[in-house]
């Protein structure tokens, strides 16, 4: 089965700075590559998905990824983060099922 | 899309209880999981609830635990058996929509709002 690291566990940002959130997967096969938000004491929220195509995905709430084929690498940005950006941030990948990765808090100070 | 709902929404349990969970998909889907996500932790996939048939556990999961039904295309439970704290944790449903059933391109996975359990 697949498989998803992310590499930050805790991300602490300024207002107005640049996001990038690390994520990669170990699958030999095709997968399809999502980002999920979770705002504190909230449900899970679809941030954006990529099944093919052009690799450059643009979601909700101004951020994006992109998918390198070559890196196995599906990386999360935002060009400047908001407080309200402050969440955990979950990488998923699917094949007959979807995997998560461990997560990635992202504190925003004001 | 899917919707999907789940009942109950939250639950207060005693050591050594049952709980049923009951998911309900709007439409038909091909498949369903079960996740848990434990306190500050990620979702950990439990098991795919096949329709008819026994559903394909994960490692760590076992049938005896977690029994999982899906007698349809739109509805599964997943009961937590003889539960302990270490169970408090949320559960959620989760449907895959592979030949674009629900209205979508497919390959579309769906997740319900959850259901928040504690045991004391």
């Known amino acids: 089965a697949q498989s998803v690291s992310q590499h930050n566990h805790h991300v602490i940002l300024s207002e107005a700075a640049s996001l990038e959130l690390g994520c990669n997967y170990s699958y030999g096969g095709t997968v399809n590559l999502f980002w999920y938000v979770q705002y504190p004491g909230q449900h899970l929220q679809l941030l954006l998905k990529y099944f093919s195509g052009d690799p450059l995905v643009k979601g909700i709430k101004g951020f994006e990824a992109e998918f390198i084929k070559s890196k196995f690498s599906f990386n999360l940005r935002k060009p400047s983060v908001q407080w309200s950006d402050t969440a955990e941030y979950f990488c998923a990948v699917s094949n007959n099922d979807m995997r998560f990765g461990a997560g990635t808090r992202l504190t925003v100070k004001p | 899309s899917a919707v999907i709902s789940q009942k109950p929404s939250r639950d207060i349990c005693q050591r050594g209880t049952s709980l049923t969970i009951q998911c309900q998909v709007d439409?038909?889907?091909?498949?369903m999981f079960w996740y848990r996500q434990q306190p500050g932790q990620s979702l950990t996939l439990i098991a795919t609830a096949n329709q008819g048939s026994e559903a394909t556990y994960e490692s760590g999961f076992v049938i005896d635990k977690f029994p999982i039904s899906r007698p349809n295309l739109t509805f599964s439970t997943l009961t937590v058996s003889n539960m302990s704290p270490e169970d408090s944790s949320i559960y959620l449903c989760s449907a895959m929509d592979r030949e674009g059933l629900a209205g979508g391109p497919g390959n579309e996975q769906f997740f319900g709002p959850g259901t928040r359990l504690t045991v004391l």
């Open positions: 439409s038909q889907v091909t498949m």
